[in-house]
């Protein structure tokens, strides 16, 4: 079965940078992409981005251009969302998530969620 | 950017049907996709393009989209659906997938 298993909470000071990791399995990784979301405290949800699994292709939400970067190991089948600069507004539970169809619209597999807390 | 708009709450007794809507400029032309998510847990896809429902969804759960607005239908509400409900569409354009507000489900 599929499963996106992520790394643990972290907690970390304003300017410093977070990255996230994302574990894929019951799947062959480099078919799908994988889509990052967060969800502030109390807020809806933000698609972040997405990037190829296969080629390593990436689309960033353009709100966070320039501060984020995803990338993908695929000896691990292990995809990554480094987020730099951290802000108090970065405090949220970042999401990794699969379509169900190779290069579906939609978010059918979500991993647990990681509580990544921005805080002096 | 493409905007979808929820109402932040909607309001139901139980075994009544509860319809929450998605606006956005001419949504019936794309494809909506609809997320439920409790408290403290990741979303569950409910609906895909428009009106498909995942395996393991209820037959309660049902969608339409026209115009300007896409609705997603729970028949017969119980308690267990109280949660937050999301539309999603893919945005052409930008190439990026769009959520709307959010709505909050509640079982009177």
């Known amino acids: 079965q599929v499963q996106l298993v992520q790394s643990g909470a972290e907690v970390k000071k304003p300017g410093a940078s977070v990255k996230v990791s994302c574990k894929a399995s019951g799947y062959t990784f480099t078919s799908y992409g994988i889509s990052w979301v967060r969800q502030a405290p109390g807020q809806g949800l933000e698609w972040m981005g997405w990037?190829?699994?296969?080629?390593?292709?990436?689309n960033y939400a353009q709100k966070l251009q320039g501060r984020v970067t995803m990338t993908t190991d695929t000896s691990t089948s292990t995809a990554y969302m480094e987020l730099r600069s951290l802000r108090s507004d970065d405090t949220a539970v970042y999401y990794c998530?699969?379509?169900?169809?190779?290069?579906?619209?939609?978010?059918?597999?979500w991993g647990q969620g990681t509580l990544v807390t921005v805080s002096s | 950017s493409y905007v979808l708009t929820q109402p932040p709450s909607v309001s139901v007794a139980p075994g009544k049907t509860a319809r929450i809507t998605c606006g956005g400029n001419n949504i019936g032309s794309k494809s909506v996709h609809w997320y439920q998510q409790k408290p403290g847990q990741a979303p569950v896809l409910v609906i895909y393009y428009d009106s498909d429902r995942p395996s393991g969804i209820p037959e309660r759960f049902s969608g339409s989209n026209s115009g300007n607005t896409a609705t997603l239908t729970i028949s017969r509400v119980e308690a267990g659906d109280e949660a937050d409900y999301y539309c999603q569409v893919w945005d052409s354009s930008s190439d990026h997938a769009v959520f709307g507000g959010g709505t909050q489900l509640t079982v009177l």
């Open positions: 998530a699969r379509p169900l169809a190779v290069a579906g619209p939609f978010l059918y597999y």
């Open positions: 990037i190829s699994a296969y080629n390593g292709n990436t």
